[in-house]
T-cell receptor, first 115, second 109 residues
């Protein structure tokens, strides 16, 4: 693994189904993030984690949950998918220190369609 | 509230220079980032400014004025491969990035 990987690459999902998007990084970054990107809008933060064992809500957390059991993995779960969750989802990581945060590195994205 | 503004689309000619502007309003400020995103791909880091002034990195330069809440990305000697979206993002007091919608740059031969 080099950098950040996401799975699946794309998925078509029926409304009401549960879905987990996977994200793994091998850079040992302490901070990880989930964004969604929709046409005409900037990247919007769903959830984040500043270190293993902790998570926080971003700008658009409703309908999503995350966990951070270890440094490398940060899965995003949609408990009951709705069509408005159709989007491209990006996972990112960065090093967060007492002096600030460095640039974020992004995974290749997951294109999710909810019908 | 927190807000980032940048033009939706710009067009430039191969070999020319283009400047992409960005204005920001955030709760606290810990720096301004520029990312490049080709269609269907992930954003990739271009530059970071936290102090006023110009940072030059090859054909790309980025400028910041903290007092004006303003930044620009300058691309010189444009190449066709520079056709992409350019994303401006400001880091707030919680070290979270607030993103603009991106500027789609179209390069014409």
């Amino acid at each position: 693994i080099a950098g950040i990987t996401q799975a699946p690459t794309s998925q078509i999902l029926a409304a009401g189904r549960r879905m987990t998007l996977r994200c793994t990084q091998d850079m040992r970054h302490n901070a990880m993030y989930w964004y969604r990107q929709d046409l005409g809008l900037g990247l919007r933060l769903i959830h984040y984690s500043n270190t293993a064992g902790t998570t926080g809500k971003g700008e658009v957390p409703d309908g999503y949950s995350v966990s951070r059991a270890n440094t490398d993995d940060f899965p995003l779960t949609l408990a009951s998918a709705v069509p408005s969750q159709t989007s491209v989802y990006f996972c990112a990581s960065s090093e967060l220190t007492s002096g600030g945060a460095e640039e974020q590195f992004f995974g290749p994205g997951t294109r999710l369609t909810v019908l | 509230g927190q807000n980032i503004d940048q033009p939706t689309e710009m067009t430039a000619t191969e070999g020319a220079i283009v400047q992409i502007n960005c204005t920001y309003q955030t709760s606290g400020f810990n720096g301004l980032f520029w990312y490049q995103q080709h269609a269907g791909e992930a954003p990739t880091f271009l530059s970071y400014n936290v102090l006023d002034g110009l940072e030059e990195k090859g054909r790309f330069s980025s400028f910041l004025s903290r007092s004006k809440g303003y930044s620009y990305l300058l691309l010189k000697e444009l190449q066709m491969k520079d056709s992409a979206s350019y994303l401006c993002a400001a880091m707030d007091s919680n070290y979270q990035l607030i993103w603009g919608a991106g500027t789609k740059l179209i390069i014409k031969p």
